[in-house]
C-alpha cells in the first residue's frame, strides 16, 4: 500500500489521476512546486485522505480558500506546508482539531480575516508560519500564549498586532527561543506593532 508520494519540482501539470481516492493509507503527499491544479482549488480529495500526516502543496498557482470541513479531516496531520500558493480567506477555526500538528506554514498566500484562536488547542505546535500575508489581522490570540512548544512564529508582512510577552513566562529558556520572523517587519500599516521581549528576529518567510 502506497504511503509516501513526493513528486515536487518536477513540472506537472493537470489534475489528480481516477482511483487517487483509493489511496487510503498515505501518510506523506508531496505535490508543490508543479503546475498542478493551475488557477483551480486543491481537489477535494486530498480533504477525504483522513491518514495523512503531512502535506506539501506549496508554490502551486491556486485559487480559492481551505475548506473548513476539509481541513477538520485531517485530524492526523503534523505538517502542513501550503506556502506561496494564492490561497486566499479565512483561516477556518476547524484547525484547532489536528491537535497532533506540530507545523502550520501558510506563509506568502493572500488569507484575510483574524488568527483564529483555536490554534491554542494545538498543544505541540512549534512552527506557526504566516508571514506574507499582508490583509491577515486583528490581535494576536491570547489563547496561543499557553503553547509552550512554540519555536517559530511567522508575522512578517501582516497586520496582526499583539503582545507576545506572555510567551516568555511559558517557554524553558535554556531549551527553547521563540524567534519572530522580521519582528521589525512586523509593524503594522496602521501604526500597530507586535511586542516581545524574549523573542530573536529571523530574517525570513
Known amino acids: 500500500t502506497l504511503q509516501?508520494?513526493?513528486?515536487?519540482?518536477?513540472?506537472?501539470?493537470?489534475?489528480?489521476?481516477?482511483?487517487?481516492?483509493?489511496?487510503?493509507?498515505?501518510?506523506?503527499?508531496?505535490?508543490?512546486?508543479?503546475?498542478?491544479?493551475?488557477?483551480?482549488t486543491i481537489p477535494s480529495v486530498i480533504w477525504t485522505m483522513t491518514s495523512l500526516e503531512s502535506i506539501f502543496l506549496s508554490r502551486l498557482t491556486l485559487e480559492g480558500t481551505i475548506p473548513a470541513s476539509g481541513l477538520?479531516?485531517?485530524t492526523n496531520l503534523r505538517g502542513f506546508y501550503l506556502r506561496n500558493s494564492g490561497i486566499r480567506g479565512t483561516i477556518p477555526s476547524e484547525v484547532g482539531l489536528l491537535t497532533t500538528l506540530t507545523e502550520f506554514s501558510m506563509s506568502l498566500n493572500a488569507l484575510s480575516g483574524e488568527i483564529p484562536s483555536e490554534i491554542g488547542q494545538l498543544s505541540e505546535l512549534k512552527v506557526l508560519n504566516l508571514s506574507g500575508n499582508t490583509i491577515l489581522g486583528g490581535q494576536f490570540p491570547t489563547e496561543i500564549h499557553q503553547l509552550s512548544d512554540i519555536k517559530l512564529i511567522g508575522l512578517k508582512e501582516t497586520r496582526v498586532s499583539g503582545n507576545l510577552?506572555?510567551?516568555?513566562?511559558?517557554?524553558?529558556?535554556?531549551?527553547?527561543?521563540?524567534?519572530?520572523?522580521?519582528?521589525?517587519?512586523?509593524?503594522?500599516?496602521?501604526?500597530?506593532?507586535?511586542?516581545?521581549?524574549?523573542?530573536?528576529?529571523?530574517?525570513?518567510?
Open 4 to 40: 509516501d508520494l513526493f513528486l515536487e519540482a518536477n513540472m506537472l501539470t493537470g489534475t489528480l489521476p481516477i482511483g487517487f481516492n483509493s489511496l487510503t493509507s498515505m501518510l506523506y503527499l508531496g505535490l508543490g512546486d508543479n503546475e498542478l491544479f493551475y488557477e483551480s
Open 72 to 74: 477538520g479531516n485531517l
Open 165 to 205: 510577552n506572555p510567551f516568555c513566562e511559558v517557554i524553558d529558556p535554556e531549551v527553547t527561543t521563540i524567534e519572530i520572523i522580521n519582528l521589525e517587519g512586523a509593524v503594522l500599516f496602521d501604526g500597530d506593532s507586535i511586542t516581545c521581549d524574549c523573542c530573536t528576529i529571523f530574517d525570513g518567510m
